[in-house]
């Protein structure tokens, strides 16, 4: 029996507000949360700001979509924890006896998790600019980059949600869920251009979809090299193309994937 | 009268483990069925079959008319669950922990937060309403998990060991609650591991050892099928015993049995009071004062010990069953 989607969206608000609460009554959570982009905003602007060179703009102003891109895409890792540990403590069990949608834990989660990511990027945001990241392009142009940085981080939930309803425990998806955020982000464009790759390695990185959706955000922020800095085919001509196009088909797969997994999550 | 939950030949298999083994259930409106095994046997596999959380290799049920396998979101509109560990969430306080599964029954806010109240009343938290859940003792959260189950007044009730880890008062506390509801109706399955607490709450009992069902009746059916009652009779010196003998002898049904150890004599009866009262004047004949007299009869747990060749888990802490001397 399906419910109409109106269902899934006023269970899967009941459930954000769940999972918001925690966050209002951890508040060391959140904290630490922000702590480590802050902390990379400033190493990454001190200590490597002066020390790689990507010719013809700021190397500074060339991190932050890197740092923005790949803090949002480890923030998925929580989307993994969070369900794990409501699977372990018998919570998803409670959801799956009531007779609530079946896509609104993963709604409600993934929901919660965008609102925590959005949060992370105001304050990233703030940081950088205080260190003297300029958005050198339009207003609407600015918001688009931010609108695409958070679709993608919502994408990369629905992946993360997957892994976390796969796993048998919370420490496993602890691992499961960001260790392959490893190669994937920094196998892009995120700290170096691809063009100092070697050969085999460029098209790799140029295609992967973390260099697609950093390498957007520049050209919304006006943060982008011109040339070679950018990689080279496709990839670097069409990246706001490319970056929608990676978000959606991800939440394509993953998002019923993950509401299969969900029907099946045998807890204990 | 109907059959509210019906369960055939349910399978369930993990890898080489048959958690269930062609389990049969019956149970009909407005009883408790108690589900009783030792760990393993299949309790809880049996409950999330029932409650739509788990789907099994082979079988089939209904609940309230309706099949399990087939339409198991009418089913969760119909039933509540407290399943073996209490399901609620720490951060919230016990308030939101029931409004949010009153949201989620589609109450709608305003009666969710009624029967949130409500609930939080009769379970005696209303105290603690407002506290996250993580402060609540073991008892306190018990109590909010079978309010949890509660919430949309199903007529059909699961609980899964609802009383393990209680102390003695919480749970006689949650015997009354669990009586309450019956009188008012609803059907339920309760798994437990505690004889007293089948014997004191349910109709009727199964017995269950490696998923399948090695007993079934009411509890006095159970304890009749081992035997009735036993005259039980300890004396304070090694001679007295062959006198003593022979008076059980003449008094039971069948040869009395001796513990030389614990100089105990016990015989099988017919009539408990009417054997007591005979042996008491043979003996005082006799010149014999014993140390200890008094009628047996045989508790759950023997009936236990008979059929599974174990012991039910830890019923040392379960309030003592009155009344099992006479
Ligand atoms: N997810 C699982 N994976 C593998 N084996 C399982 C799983 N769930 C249950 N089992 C096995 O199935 C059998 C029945 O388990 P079940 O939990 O139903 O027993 P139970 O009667 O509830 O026991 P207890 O009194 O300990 O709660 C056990 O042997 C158990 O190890
Ligand atoms: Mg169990």
Redesign the interface.
Known sequence: MSMSPLTAISDGFVVAKRNLIKIKRIPDLIIFTLVQPIMFVLLFAYVFGGAINVPGVNYREYLMAGIFVQTVAFGSGLTAIGLAEDMQKGIIDRFRSLPMSRAAVLLGRTSSDLVNNALVVLVMTLCGLLVGWRIRDGFVEAVAGFALLLFFAYAMSWIAATIGLSVRSVEVAQSAGLIWLFPLTFLSNAFISTDTLPGWLQPIADWNPVSSVILAVRDLFGNAPAGAGRGSGFPAEHPILLAVLWSVAILVIFMPLAVNRYRRAAAR | MTDTIVARGLVKAYGDVRALDGLDLTVPEGTVLGLLGPNGAGKTTTV?IL????RPDAGSCTVAGVDVLR????V??L?G?S?Q???V????TGF?NLE??G????LGRRRARERARELLERFNLSDAADR?AKTYSGGMRRRLDLA?ALVAQPKVLFLDEPTTGLDPRSRLAMWEVITELVREGTTLLLTTQYLEEADQLAHDIVVIDHGRAIAHGTPDELKRQIGGERLELTVGAQEEITTVTAILEAIGTDRPTVDEETLRVTVPVTNGPTALIEAVRKLDGAGIAPTDIGIRRPTLDDVFLQLTGHQAEDHSTAPQREGARA
Request: no cysteine; hydrophobic share 35%; net charge neutral.
């Open positions: 999330r409650t739509t959380l788990l339409d198991p979101q009418r969760r509109q039933i669950l399943g560990y209490a399901a969430d720490e951060h919230l939101e949010m599964i949201r989620l029954y589609h996250p949890g």
